[in-house]
């Protein structure tokens, strides 16, 4: 492994980097493999704040979709549930963020880009309860300790910040998504938007499905020549597709491009710390395997709460 230098390590530790090296994802010789994540560096990313949100399945399912729970819950007790996961979530991180301030939009494949803004989050006490249309969720620095992010189990959460501005976009970006080029539209909201250079952009993508995620038939929504043209979709058999997100991630996204660009190598698949639900709905997987975890983003509290 390549020497570290002291504000390289600076942004690792932050991450939480540190642990076994995996060694599934590799762009070139400038590669640096750290725990968990595949790290391309171009410059050093001044962190000012930022926060990466990833919780596995450490604190339960973070949704309140019914469909992940016992079917004799009420509404209003799983809501009372997913409460207290993201008030475990956040006690972790000695209240860093407000388990009351997380934010998803409501994706319509369109490609809009929502900010959120201080009269958003003001207008209700408990986050979710705000309805928000779009596919791409801003949050800045003007307001520390509010989330903004997705319930993901297979699909990569994109995370693009621009480290100068203090802005940072996210986006669930199913395979689905990737086909409507969602991924390339997260860094465009942030030029256009906020005049945000890629130089000054740091890239996050989120735990996801590996190259092994499988298919019994080519997927309708897969429309782009992309996926056959990069190998991100393989048909192995004549009812056996493999997709591999990670080569159509980075035919929209250019690592060189970007002031720090990281990749969660954690395959979802197979880490039992993640929710699967392409495992569980296949019936290769236990229970434990159903369900969403967060991934997204914010910028820390200086006090707690």
């Given amino acids: 492994m390549e020497k570290i230098d002291f504000l390289e390590k600076k942004l690792y530790t932050f991450l939480g980097c540190w642990g076994d090296i995996m060694k599934n994802i590799k762009f070139n010789k400038n590669v640096l493999m750290v725990g968990k994540y595949a790290i391309l560096k171009n410059g050093l990313a001044k962190v000012k704040g930022l926060r990466i949100l990833d919780t596995g399945n450490k604190y339960g399912c973070m949704t309140t979709k019914a469909c992940f729970y016992d079917e004799k819950m009420s509404d209003e007790d799983i809501r009372d549930l997913f409460l207290k996961h993201r008030k475990m979530a956040a006690k972790d991180t000695n209240y860093a963020f407000d388990p009351y301030k997380f934010y998803m939009p409501s994706q319509d494949g369109e490609g809009k880009a929502v900010e959120l803004t201080e009269e958003m989050i003001e207008a209700y006490k408990d986050g979710w309860d705000l309805d928000i249309k779009g596919d791409i ?169």
């Avoid at 993901?152 to 910040?161: E, F, K, L, Q, R």
């Avoid at 159509?248 to 698949?269: R, V």
Wanted: with cysteine; hydrophobic share 35%.
């Fill in 137 to 305: 969720l801003i949050v800045t620095n003007k307001t520390p300790g509010v989330v903004a992010g997705f319930p993901v189990a297979d699909c990569p959460v994109v995370i693009a910040s621009d480290l100068k501005n203090g802005v940072t976009a996210t986006a669930h970006c199913s395979a689905a998504m990737i086909d409507k080029y969602l991924p390339i539209r997260t860094i465009e909201a942030l030029q256009s938007k906020y005049n945000s250079k890629k130089e000054d952009i740091y890239v996050h993508i989120g735990a996801h499905a590996s190259s092994d995620w499988t298919y019994d038939r080519r997927p309708d929504f897969m429309t782009e020549s992309f996926w056959d043209r990069t190998g991100a979709l393989r048909q192995v058999k004549d009812d056996k597709y493999k997709i591999d997100l990670d080569k159509a991630l980075l035919y929209q996204l250019n690592p060189l491009e970007y002031e720090s660009f990281i990749i969660n190598t954690i395959d979802t698949l197979t880490d039992p710390n993640y929710y699967s639900n392409s495992v569980y709905n296949n019936g290769k997987g236990p229970k434990k395997k159903d369900g969403r975890h967060f991934e997204g983003a914010y910028y820390q509290k200086v006090k707690r709460l």
